[in-house]
């Protein structure tokens, strides 16, 4: 069965293996949304969903739930775009790297929040997306991330803060 | 801006741009594993394995660096757990498909207090109560390591990191079961804050915290420097960390971010802080200020305490279950270099690599040490040596009894060494002797402390106590009994005389207190030679100072003792030819039978790395050992006989204490086996009083050193690796 519907997810994730092709379908392009809003690059997102799939197949037998492979997906995903994070971060210290795709640069709304969330450090980014962008709980993202709540908390106090500076200031940049 | 136009903007729906083919998936797993082998878990041996944190394991995490990608929780300091997890299941030599995975963090205190069965954990921990573990459990199709001997492949297998460094400390495999039971019982801490010491109020809202984890204090800083802000959830509520009335000394935990550090202040930003303070001080705790130096000595009650080896050696004690927490804090600014003291009055170690000690403030908790206990009462030392010398306390502690609490007593120690009191025992002391001039009647001093003085022209600063008491005095007509307790500095001597008091007879001799021992029973003599013929024993010609002759080998160590005046005045001593009642005086060798003393063979004590040592030979009487003496070896190969072991009923003990093939097995693996041994100083836990040791070379290169004999060691002694272990004097 490969419907969308909740109940039907939940009964075909619960067999054996996982069919990760429907996975993949099923949850795809909502990830490449979250990683697209963490990264504000189309071609880097879509590699960043390539590797969080690869990495969930190679490590499925650690899911102990199957019913809970979205939020473990999430997790890897953001995961691995902190992971790209820290890289890029590395490599911009290099010149002449090349192959990166410059970060796109538009006053349009969408694309400033994305700029914002960029410049902001990646785990509080992270944070304030899994909760108001994805919907999860602050309970659900400390567990997510295996964090105390508190701290998840306090991510998400100071990600807000962080980010009204960032989009501001892009904003005020645009403007004059 | 709005607070909900901020909510709006993070809330807004992001396109969902476009997927590449699940095909591209596949083609990318097709091309190989993200995470290459880890080789060097091929070195996991048999079906249960432990490996000492830091063998072998740069190589192994230097490849592991190497070939994988970082993997996620380097964001959040609690989440430090799952780097472990990542990496063993990157251990793709191993780990063939996890079914199950679990990690918990826990301190190494929790991991040894639980029912963890047969896991081989072969660490001891100098901090275990601040040393954070991960634990990894892994259920699947698991490969047999090599060397596995059990026929069906394993099941599961727990593996044991130190939280943060990734050094295994062991690792579990078995065919028993899908699941290891006990792991579901091991506590989880992953989210709790870490403990530390607030060491400096920087503002109020930043504080300079030592984390009790060394391994995050290497990380963070040692202090660490943390800052609140209005999104930091402080306990108990206040609006600032300094409205909390926070103190200097007093215990928080934290939890605090990795990212968004201060560039000015290099702070760290807090998420949790928890103001835990001082315990109050209890009936059985002691509060005293030395010099600045603000002490607070508490009895520890706890099971981990007594001689057993496997708490490790921090909860030694001669008391079971009950150890000392002496934590102490300074006022004013950071001293800076400190170094840590702690052990009994007349033996005082400096211990400058224990762990909770900074300039500022220093919290250890230890067993009672090794002779510290006279009677009901245990008396140790605790304090620290600065430029300006050292200053701390010395602790008297009632020993609890059934219907009684333990009781303290605090009182100022400024480094003066105490003379050993042992009321109803007698002191073991280790005597270098003799040492000219003035060790024969009629060529010594007229007084105990002529003797030291002219024996040590360079000191000019001694204390002097009549032996068996602890009041202070030069005065010959008090000493004149002896012997006296001298004192300078950190070093210890003893004055006494040979033949009747006063007759140029004193002489002064560098001497260290062991312990309090029971005066030995005295087997009745059957003297076959009348104390008369003992006119018949030509004596030894003691020179001022000795002739060295050829220490190498144990053979010019046996030749060089025939002609050795200083042995032979040992001999002489042993059959009471001057006197009958001498220190060395063995009631059970017939009075003047020298030539019935025999030595056994010498076994020759390396001060690692150089060529020098001591040879310790056994001087016996038929078949029975009367005492050591010990004959010295320059690097040049040569010494002379220097001092003695035992005496007077006491043998010395056996040596070595343990034999060489029992050392080596203890020290060996079945995969990596000793290959090499050899007798050394050293001192277990870089602090406390040298020791013989044996030192162990494996196949693989690693060293090992087992200390026979360690107190509450048991029958294998102390196993211990070398980073654990300092050489040298």
């Known amino acids: 069965m490969r419907s969308g519907s909740p109940q039907a997810q939940a009964r075909s ?46 490590r499925q037998g650690t899911l102990a739930d199957h019913t809970a492979v979205r939020a473990w997906l999430y997790r890897i995903a953001a995961n ?10 590395l490599l911009s210290f290099v010149p002449f790297i090349g192959s990166e795709h410059a970060p796109e640069r538009s006053s349009d709304t969408a694309a ?65 | 801006m709005k607070e909900e136009d901020l909510d709006r903007l993070l809330r807004s ?20 594993r993200l995470w290459p082998l880890v080789p060097a878990m091929a070195v996991v041996g048999a079906i249960v394995i432990g490996l000492i944190a830091g063998l072998a394991l740069p190589d192994l995490r230097q490849r592991v660096a190497q070939q994988t990608a970082s993997p996620s929780p380097a964001t959040e300091a609690v989440g430090i757990c799952a780097r472990t997890r990542q990496r063993v299941l990157g251990m793709t030599a191993l780990v063939d498909r996890a079914g199950r995975v679990a990690v918990k963090r826990m301190s190494a205190q929790d991991f040894m207090d639980a029912p963890t069965g047969a896991f081989p954990v072969q660490v001891t921990w100098r901090s275990p109560g601040s040393t954070f573990l991960c634990v990894v459990a892994v259920a699947g199709e698991l490969r047999q390591p090599s060397g596995q001997v059990e026929p069906a492949p394993p099941k599961w297998v727990v593996f044991v990191a130190v939280a943060g460094s990734d050094d295994p400390i062991g ?21 709790e804050p870490y403990p530390g010491d607030v060491v400096e109020i920087v503002d109020p809202q930043t504080l300079r915290v030592k984390l009790w984890s060394p391994m995050l204090s290497q990380e963070f800083g040692n202090p660490a420097t943390v800052r609140a802000d209005k999104f930091t959830a402080i306990t108990p509520s206040a609006p600032t960390i300094a409205a909390t009335g926070v103190k200097v000394g007093d215990r928080v935990d934290v939890s605090f971010e990795r990212e968004g550090r201060d560039p000015t202040s290099g702070a760290y930003p807090l998420a949790i802080l928890q103001l835990r303070g001082v315990p109050p001080v209890a009936a059985n705790s002691g509060v005293l200020e030395v010099d600045g130096w603000r002490f607070t000595v508490s009895v520890v009650r706890d099971p981990a305490y007594g001689p057993k080896p496997s708490a490790g050696a921090w909860a030694v004690s001669e008391v079971a279950g009950v150890g000392v927490r002496c934590a102490w804090t300074r006022a004013g600014p950071d001293a800076g270099a400190v170094v840590d003291q702690w052990g009994i009055p007349e033996r005082v170690a400096s211990s400058a690599g224990y762990s909770g000690r900074t300039g500022a403030s220093g919290d250890r908790q230890s067993g009672i040490p090794e002779g510290a206990v006279r009677g009901n009462v245990a008396t140790m030392v605790c304090g620290l040596r600065d430029s300006a010398g050292a200053h701390g306390v010395a602790i008297d502690l009632t020993i609890p009894s059934v219907g009684h609490d333990a009781s303290i007593r605090l009182s100022r120690w400024s480094g003066s060494l105490r003379p050993p009191q042992c009321p109803g025992q007698l002191p073991q002391l280790t005597v270098a002797h003799p040492p000219p001039p003035g060790d024969q009647p009629g060529t010594g001093a007229a007084s105990a402390e002529e003797a030291f003085r002219r ?75 009348s104390p008369t013929d003992c006119s018949a024993v030509v004596q030894a010609v003691v020179p001022p100072t000795a002739t060295l002759y050829p220490t190498r080998t144990a053979a010019e160590v046996t030749g060089g003792l025939k002609n050795d005046p200083y042995f032979r005045r040992t001999l002489e001593d042993i059959a009471g030819v001057r006197q009958d009642a001498n220190p060395l005086r063995d009631a059970g060798v017939p009075r003047c039978a020298i030539e019935a003393l025999t030595t056994g063979d010498p076994v020759f004590v390396r001060r690692y790395p150089s ?87 494996r196949a693989s290169g690693a060293v090992f050193y087992v200390f026979p004999g360690y107190p509450g060691a048991g029958a294998d002694g102390l196993l211990l690796p070398e980073s654990e272990v300092s050489l040298g004097s």
Not at chain 2, 13 to 24: G, I, K, N
Not at chain 2, 522 to 528: D, H
Not at chain 2, 663 to 682: C, I, N
């Open chain 2, 171 to 191: 690792s579990q495999f078995s065919s028993s079961g899908d699941w290891p039971t006990y792991f579901d019982a091991l506590p989880d801490r992953r989210g």
């Open chain 2, 611 to 697: 060529d020098a040592g001591v040879w310790y030979v056994p001087v016996n009487y038929g078949d029975r050992q009367v005492l050591l003496v010990t004959v010295g070896r320059n690097e040049g190969g040569l010494g002379a006989s220097g001092g003695s072991i035992g005496g007077g009923g006491d043998p010395g003990g056996a040596f070595p204490p343990m034999i060489r093939a029992k050392a080596m097995q203890l020290a060996g693996t079945s995969t990596d086996a000793a290959v090499l041994a050899e007798l050394v100083f050293a001192r277990a836990y870089e602090s406390g009083p040298e020791r013989v040791a044996w030192r162990i070379v």
């Open chain 2, 13 to 32: 729906r992001e396109r969902r741009p476009p997927l590449a083919s699940f095909t591209e998936v596949e083609r990318r797993l097709a091309r190989g």
């Open chain 1, 80 to 89: 691995v775009v902190m992971d790209w994070r820290r890289r890029r971060a």
């Open chain 1, 112 to 176: 400033l929040v994305r700029q914002a969330l960029r410049s902001i450090p990646a785990a509080q980014a992270v944070a304030l997306i899994l909760t108001y962008h994805e919907g999860f709980s602050r309970s659900e993202v400390a567990a997510m991330l295996a964090l105390p709540e508190e701290t998840v908390k306090t991510r998400i106090a100071r990600g807000r803060k962080s980010f009204e500076a960032s989009y501001l200031r892009l904003q005020r940049g645009l403007a004059g």
């Open chain 2, 455 to 529: 024996a040590y022209p360079a000191i000019t600063e001694f204390t002097m106590f009549p032996f068996g008491t602890d009041q202070p005095t030069r005065d010959p007509q008090v000493i004149k009994q002896g012997p006296a307790w001298i004192v300078t500095g950190t070093d210890t001597f003893i004055a006494q005389y040979i033949g009747p008091s006063g007759l140029n007879s004193w002489s002064a001799h560098p001497a260290k207190f062991v312990r309090c021992m029971d005066p030995p029973s005295r087997p009745s003599p059957t003297p076959t030679i």
């Open chain 1, 13 to 58: 994730l619960t067999g054996e293996a996982l069919d990760w092709r429907y996975v993949y379908e099923r949850f795809g392009p909502e990830l490449s949304a979250f990683v697209y809003r963490l990264t504000a690059d189309e071609e880097v997102a879509k590699d960043l969903v390539q590797d969080t799939f690869v990495k969930a197949i190679r």
